[in-house]
């Protein structure tokens, strides 16, 4: 039966690719890509020439079909995603589910690497043995639930933010008590040439945020409750 690799790749900057990712994917008979262009840019940079086959959130059944029809005649194949470790808030982790109803014992293999949300908290500052990861806020309905619930939660929080609502999400924070006072750090361009840390509460990130022009993309991590507790004794 043959393998199904799942590769991290970098998120910004192509040398965090690990040597283990690397080498896989270079042995492999095909990688499956959610943008073809994003992966191939990777590709070249390392000179490797495969077949990519597509997936994304919305693949049709047959695309998923096809892929399971390649790996039933032998073929080993990566997974990649545009960036970060497959499965984590992208279409990754939904082709697994999808290949495991029909090969319930296809040999899944995962190749760790770059991942943007521990990225950002291995630079925070706050306490992360325990913390909550909450992916993308939703655009519309459910939003402003998505922002009332954090006021509850107790540990290090982490989440996913595109440019066009970096500077709403932080209004929002900053508009609800017991999240407006938390420090928080705001991650923009990790690993990149504009990769900046802005640190303080949701009000002063976003005053920043307005005069520089949110652009690129976010990561947001608030730090415990404990630490407001122990700033107060
Ligand atoms: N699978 C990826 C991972 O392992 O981190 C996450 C994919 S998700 C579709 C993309 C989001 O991750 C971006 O909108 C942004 O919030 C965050 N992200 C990815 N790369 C980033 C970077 N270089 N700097 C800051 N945030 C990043």
């Not at 500077?167 to 900046?196: C, D, G, H, W, Y």
């Amino acid at each position: 039966m043959a393998k199904l690799f799942i590769i991290a790749t970098p998120i910004g900057n192509l040398e965090d690719l690990t040597l283990r990712g690397l080498r896989i994917l270079g042995e492999v008979d095909g990688i499956i890509a959610e943008d073809t262009r994003v992966t191939q840019k990777l590709l070249e940079h390392y000179g490797i020439k495969k077949s990519l086959y597509t997936f994304h959130q919305h693949s049709l059944e047959k695309e998923t079909e096809k892929i399971a029809r390649l790996l039933e005649e032998g073929k080993n194949l990566a997974l990649v995603t545009d960036a970060g470790t497959p499965g984590i808030s992208d279409p990754g982790g939904k082709l697994i589910e999808d290949l495991l109803k029909t090969m319930p014992d296809l040999e899944i293999i995962p190749i760790p690497g770059p991942n943007a949300a521990i990225t950002a908290l291995s630079v925070a500052g706050f306490p992360a043995d325990h913390f909550l990861f909450l992916g993308f806020p939703p655009h519309k309905k459910g939003r402003q639930t998505f922002f009332r619930e954090m006021t509850e939660a107790e540990p290090t929080i982490v989440f996913y933010e595109s440019t066009h609502r970096i500077l709403k999400a932080l209004e929002q924070m900053s508009a609800l008590e017991n999240l407006r006072e938390r420090p928080i750090v705001v991650l923009r361009e990790l690993t990149k040439k504009f990769e900046t840390i802005y640190r303080g509460t949701a009000a002063e990130i976003l005053a920043k945020l307005q005069q520089e022009g949110p652009r690129g993309e976010f990561v947001v991590v608030i730090g415990p409750v404990k630490i407001l507790k122990q700033k107060a004794a």
